[in-house]
């Protein structure tokens, strides 16, 4: 149904181009009679203001309309009836219109898809004046040679070429006035309306101050022209005024050409400076309307941000009260499992079976590893949480103390610390910076146990917005595609048969290292080693 709503609209749409067309042609034809005759050192200037009909058809609805205008309006027969005394030469303004048409056309339609300059009015207005030269200098005398017509014996048989160059100028230069008038008319909303148009922004004032500068512009010639007359030529302004000549009329005309031009040229510029400051406005409106929502989806957010951060809080209480009495009760029982397996042990240790005695010994270490998890999983909460106490410390100290406690609490183990760069003194929690360092240097020793000799490498790197430390050893190392793993908590890469452990040290010394504002990494290659990576920002760091 929209469908043929909107084809019955094209068709009606169509049908009024084409009538409006018509009529408008037959207007301009009655125009060629009103036509202003003005002679000029011997030459007979015709202003046919009507042909701004056709054109102005041509410039709003394209090539067709203008042809409906010019040609079955009866426009095109307004050489012959002007200028009577060419004949046959009048077959060249005739055969220029129908070109000028044609070219303006051309343009309507490439403007649509471009707006390149090529397609201008005015580039395109060029175009036309060349070819109607060439045609008044190569077709003209050749027309002329066929006069005089059956319809006009008194025509001109023969033309000198000065009087073609004469004719060719006097020809382009009136219709490329007249394509300016018909450009600047067409900013008139009321013409626009009837063309049915879009009415630009800017536009509503476009009809007063046309009329002003035409107005102004004719004024000012007039004013001008009496001047010359009443006290230069000492002629009675009266008479002048009422009988005008032929001087005088043309002056006036020319006058509202140009005027009428340069009112087009205004209304061009006031249009782009009014849509400009109209454009401005709404997005002036629009950035503070902007403005507005941003403040309110601020407070929301803001609001929001408070709402989550009290129910945040409280869940963290709530889940600390939790861990720590899942913590006791969980050790409760297992300690009192571990304690009665010792007292079976103790009491009955010669009337049970060794098999029996190995599942009770089994039972209490079992015991004793899930106290241990419990406590450490208990001690990564703590620290995850608890405020840094920060302070300069001087870190190649601290990593040769917990190397010689590592070294006392595995005696009978070879090992080497190596240290490598200028150690800084750095701004961190020493503390739970021990903490990170014991965990590190736990896993070199623990994951070495295998090698003749523990062999540990510590390194600094000065740059310039951090310290970059590495901890190397020549452990079993892993495999790089498990790499993620290793950071996070309870996960393992070796079975604790094979080394002691509850996977919690490195995801302990990465929530340390980011609470200081820094990161951590790490590599590793089988059988060859692992690497950890610690930067830490230099100063006192962004403490989170």
């Known amino acids: 149904m929209n469908f043929e709503g909107s084809q019955l609209t094209v068709k009606n749409n169509e049908t009024y181009k084409y009538l409006l067309s018509f009529i408008l042609g037959i207007v301009a034809c009655i125009g ?39 040609l079955f309006g009866l426009m095109f027969t307004y050489p012959f009836m002007l200028g009577i005394h060419n004949g046959w030469g009048s077959l060249v303004p005739t055969i220029s219109l129908f070109i000028l048409i044609l070219i303006q056309g051309y343009g309507f339609e490439m403007r649509k898809k471009s707006k390149s300059f090529r397609y201008n009015i005015y580039f395109l207005q060029l175009i036309f004046i060349i070819i109607k030269m060439l045609m008044y200098f190569i077709l003209y005398p050749i027309l002329i040679y066929f006069n005089p017509p059956i319809w006009y014996p008194g025509a001109y048989t023969e033309v000198n070429m ?167 009760d969980l050790k409760a029982p297992l300690r009192a499992i571990e304690g009665y397996s010792r007292l079976i042990v103790e009491d009955d240790q010669d009337n049970l079976k060794e098999e029996s005695l190995k599942y009770i010994n089994k039972v209490q270490e079992n015991s004793q590893d899930l106290i241990k998890l419990i406590d450490k999983l208990l001690d990564y909460s703590k620290k995850s949480k608890k405020e840094l106490e920060i302070k300069k410390i001087d ?17 009978n183990r070879r090992s080497r610390l190596i240290l490598e760069g200028d150690f800084p003194a750095i701004d961190v929690d020493e503390l739970l910076f021990k903490e990170a360092i014991q965990n590190i240097l736990s896993n070199c020793f623990k994951f070495t146990q295998k090698k003749d000799e523990t062999i540990i490498k510590v390194s600094v790197v000065d740059n310039v917005d951090d310290y970059l430390f590495v901890f190397a050893d020549n452990g079993v190392g892993f495999n790089m595609k498990y790499r993620d793993k290793l950071f996070k908590i309870f996960q393992r890469l070796h079975k604790s048969t094979a080394f002691e452990g509850a996977g919690i040290g490195l995801s302990l010394v990465k929530k340390i290292i980011e609470n200081h504002g820094g990161q951590v990494d790490i590599i590793g290659e089988i059988n060859k080693g692992t690497k950890v990576f610690i930067s830490l920002p230099k100063g006192d760091g962004e403490i989170v």
């Open 395 to 411: 870190l190649k100290k601290l990593v040769n103390d917990v190397y010689e406690q590592f070294k006392v609490a595995y005696p």
């Open 162 to 328: 000065n009087v073609v160059a004469i004719f060719a100028l006097k020809g382009v230069v009136l219709d490329t006035i007249m394509i300016a008038l018909s450009d600047a008319l067409l900013l008139i909303p009321g013409i626009r309306r009837i063309f049915r148009l879009e009415i630009r922004k800017g536009s509503q004032y476009n009809t007063l101050v046309m009329g002003g500068i035409i107005l102004g512009g004719v004024l000012f010639s007039l004013m001008m022209l009496w001047l010359q007359y009443y006290i230069i030529d000492k002629q009675d302004p009266i008479a002048w005024l009422l009988r005008p000549d032929d001087q005088t009329k043309l002056i006036i005309i020319l006058s509202v050409i140009i005027f009428i031009i340069l009112g087009g040229i205004t209304l061009r510029f006031l249009e782009k400076n009014i849509e400009a400051r109209e454009s401005l406005e709404l997005k002036n409106l629009e950035y503070e309307k902007a403005i507005i929502k941003i403040d309110k989806l601020n407070n929301d957010l803001e609001e929001k941000v408070m709402a989550r951060t009290k129910d945040l809080n409280l869940a963290i209480k709530e889940l600390e009260e939790f861990t720590s009495i899942v913590s006791h």
């Open 32 to 70: 060629i009679f009103l036509a202003i005759k003005i002679e000029f050192n011997g030459f007979n200037i015709n202003f046919v203001f009507s042909l701004t009909i056709p054109l102005i058809v041509t410039l709003s609805w394209g090539l067709k309309y203008g042809y409906v205008a010019s």
